[in-house]
T-cell receptor, first 116, second 111 residues
């Protein structure tokens, strides 16, 4: 089946620093990748949708200058949390679709970010 | 009112029981319905995918969609402790449209 990896799986950083999270589709070309945030005991919250080679589309309320998304190739998307603060601590999950259907999303294992 | 409502639980049942998980929705335009399973500190994995109304069975899992009532269900037969996870429903109006997620129901299967 389609496999999506994320790196790192967890990261702890100091307030004010930037953190980059990678999302890779290992055995398929991902035309679209999605970035979600999930707080404890809550559902997934879509942050942005990115298509290879174009700018990401951010959901309302998500700061595009704070959460930088780059989808440079069909197998790699990165999310950079700039000037991270404790309230950015969360579980960040990416997903990818292999065809022109958003419904069959393949999820990565997630990255747990803790900002001290 | 949220577009998709799902009881967060937790729902605790003994091993071997039949489990019923449900979601209700308000948008009658939804046509694609999915159930995902998420283990703790892991990404969700797709369990069932249905289009429009009706039932779909896959092993111990049965997904049911009742569009007239705007109600979807996931049944798990012969539940196992390994089924303990959070189950999320998701739906969309079309295959290229954003998924709308339920809050997820935490399921605990007691040995």
């Amino acid at each position: 089946g389609a496999v999506v990896s994320q790196h790192p799986s967890w990261v702890i950083c100091k307030s004010g620093t930037s953190v980059k999270i990678e999302c890779r589709s290992l055995d398929f070309q991902a035309t679209t990748m999605f970035w979600y945030r999930q707080f404890p005991k809550q559902s997934l919250m879509l942050m942005a949708t990115s298509n290879e080679g174009s700018k990401a589309t951010y959901e309302q309320g998500v700061e595009k200058d704070k959460f930088l998304i780059n989808h440079a190739s069909l197998t790699l998307s990165t999310l950079t949390v700039t000037s991270a603060h404790p309230e950015d601590s969360s579980f960040y999950i990416c997903s990818a679709t292999s065809e022109s259907s958003y419904n069959e999303q393949f999820f990565g294992p997630g990255t747990r970010l803790t900002v001290l | 009112q949220k577009e998709v409502e799902q009881d967060p639980g937790p729902l605790s049942v003994p091993e071997g029981a039949i489990v019923s998980l449900n979601c209700t929705y308000s948008n009658s335009a939804f046509q694609y319905f999915m159930w995902y399973r998420q283990y703790s500190r892991k990404g969700p994995e797709l369990l069932m995918y249905t289009y429009s109304s009706g039932n779909k069975e896959d092993g111990r899992f049965t997904a049911q969609v009742d569009k007239s009532s705007k109600y979807i269900s996931l049944f798990i037969r012969d539940s196992q402790p390994s089924d303990s996870a959070t189950y999320l429903c998701a739906m969309s109006v079309g295959s290229n449209y954003q998924l709308i997620w339920g809050a997820g129901t935490k399921l605990i299967i007691k040995p």
